[in-house]
């Protein structure tokens, strides 16, 4: 005879077999026993004990609160992000929650049948949990911002001789720091480690250690107006000069100033001030980055270094002489040279009452360079137009922006190193400059009325040598001044009408 128990629905089959002419004689079918209640496993999740009272959906509600309030922090190197697990996008499905704990009270339940089956202990409810990728992305993007930055190389601090060392790059992952974060939701951590990825400098502290700054390989100064009517462009010469200053120019590396500057941009620190476009002078972010553009180029120019990208403005510029200008207007305009020296190279920028320097300094002056600059005698004239202007009593006539020919010019460099000399030439072009009237058609003098153009008539010598001596680094001009050095000579041209000549500021020779 055999016995065998086996459970169907909430039935149990007992069969009992035995052999009379080996035939079977029947089955009886009996109720199946349900677990008592007091015999009911204890409830645990997320390895906490839960009492699921009589009431399962409040109990389910309680614990998604609990869960949603409880804090997370993600870490990125120094920086970290905190915040509920609901901010950071968590969301319970408390239905689901609801049903698993009703299960785990029913003595009746397919879930405590399966468990007893299988153990005698607690019974480990799942949390149902879902990352909304709709809060969570914007909230780390946002967050990428702060954490991402670029990989800045160790420059040397050369007022106090001083090396200041790299800093790495980091850029944050943000799909792969989402992941994480919903691993630690589904597991319950509190904290997650983000996912970085770092990039290391081309310039390390160490590399520097050695630099030689023992001699002025090639220098520049210019001029700029520091009173207070032009205290932003003043700001904007000292963050730019800031940026470049300690740069450590490597033997045979390329010297890309938008890159080094960065984007001229309020978000990067810079102000509205006055640039040039298109020959006129209007108020732009970042005025006066130019300059230190043109005065780090002529410095590299008497350095001997190699010119690979550099563009004149579109009218000559009254702090630096006609042929040593750079434009620069990021991103698309941009000066870059390569150092030809076999030592590296450190940039100085010295700004201070109204005069920027920039100094490169290395381990010895080996070269003697000379400028020269070559005026074509066919200057363009320029147009003159008159504005309408109701701020200005009628009669009255306000010349805001000073008229200046277009000119070609040639331009030269000789390096002279030992026994050898190597002379360059290049040409460039300076598209004439519209002279504009404000004239007035008001009753009297309104608000915001123009300012008169402050700058005196551009004169510039038809022929300029500079050279600055390898010895003494000194600089001697040979200066003739041809028919656009000497004052008036606009007028004797007959490139203007309405310039009153007499009545204009000394200009400098260029």
């Not at 984007?263 to 209007?282: C, K, P, Y």
């Not at 005069?355 to 000379?370: H, K, Q």
Request: aromatic share 6%.
């Amino acid at each position: 005879m055999a016995i065998d128990l086996r459970p169907i629905g909430r039935l149990a089959v007992l069969s009992v077999a035995f052999t009379i002419t080996g035939g079977l004689i029947g089955y009886l079918l009996l109720p199946e026993r349900a677990p008592e209640a007091a015999s009911l496993p204890r409830v645990r999740i997320r390895g906490r004990y839960v009492t699921v009272g009589r009431d399962p959906s409040a109990t389910a509600h309680l614990l998604a609160r609990r869960y949603l309030r409880e804090r997370v922090t993600v870490r990125a190197d120094q920086h970290s992000l905190e915040r509920s697990r609901e901010a950071l996008g968590a969301r319970v499905d408390v239905a689901l929650l609801t049903r698993l704990l009703a299960s785990a009270s029913d003595p009746t339940s397919a879930l405590l049948r399966h468990h007893a089956a299988l153990t005698r202990g607690p019974i480990d409810l799942p949390l149902p949990v879902r990352l909304e990728g709709a809060t969570a992305l914007p909230l780390l993007a946002q967050w990428k911002e702060e954490v991402d930055q670029t990989a800045v190389d160790a420059r040397i601090d050369v007022e106090r001789r001083r090396v200041v060392p790299e800093r790495r790059g980091a850029h944050l992952d943000v799909f792969g720091t989402l992941a994480r974060i919903d691993e630690a939701l589904s597991s319950g951590q509190t904290r997650v480690d983000a996912v970085v990825d770092h990039t290391t400098p081309g310039l390390t502290a160490a590399s520097l250690r050695e630099v030689d700054m023992s001699a002025v390989v090639g220098w520049f100064q210019t001029s700029y107006n520091a009173n207070q009517d032009h205290r932003d462009r003043t700001y904007n010469l000292h963050l730019a000069a800031s940026r470049i200053n300690g740069y450590v120019w490597m033997p045979g590396t390329e010297l890309n100033f938008n890159e080094v500057v960065g984007d001229r941009s309020e978000a990067n620190g810079f102000r509205m001030a006055t640039v040039i476009s298109a020959g006129e002078l209007i108020d732009g972010v970042g005025g006066g980055t130019c300059q230190i553009a043109g005065t780090l180029y002529a410095a590299s120019f008497f350095a001997g270094m190699e010119v690979l990208d550099r563009s004149p403005h579109s009218r000559p510029s009254g702090y630096i002489k006609m042929g040593l200008d750079a434009t620069v207007v990021y991103p698309s305009i941009n000066l870059r040279m390569r150092n030809n020296l076999p030592f590296p190279v450190v940039i100085h920028t010295h700004l201070t009452n109204g005069s920027a320097r920039i100094e490169l300094l290395g381990a010895r002056r080996e070269r003697t360079v000379t400028f020269v600059r070559k005026i074509m005698p066919r200057v363009d004239r320029f147009d003159e137009r008159e504005i309408p202007d109701p701020s200005l009593p009628a009669g009255t006539r306000v010349l805001t922006q000073r008229g200046i020919p277009g000119f070609r010019i040639q331009r030269f460099r000789i390096t002279r190193q030992g026994d050898q000399a190597i002379r360059e030439r290049w040409q460039d072009a300076y598209p004439p400059t519209a002279q504009i009237w404000r004239v007035g058609t008001g009753a009297a003098l309104g608000a915001g009325a123009p300012r008169p153009d402050d700058h005196p008539e551009y004169t510039a010598d038809q022929y300029l040598a500079v050279t600055q001596i390898q010895e003494s680094g000194d600089m001697q001009e040979v200066r003739r001044p041809g028919f656009s050095g000497e004052r008036g000579w606009m007028a004797r041209m007959g490139l203007t009408r309405n310039v009153d000549t007499a009545s204009t500021p000394t200009a400098p020779r260029r």
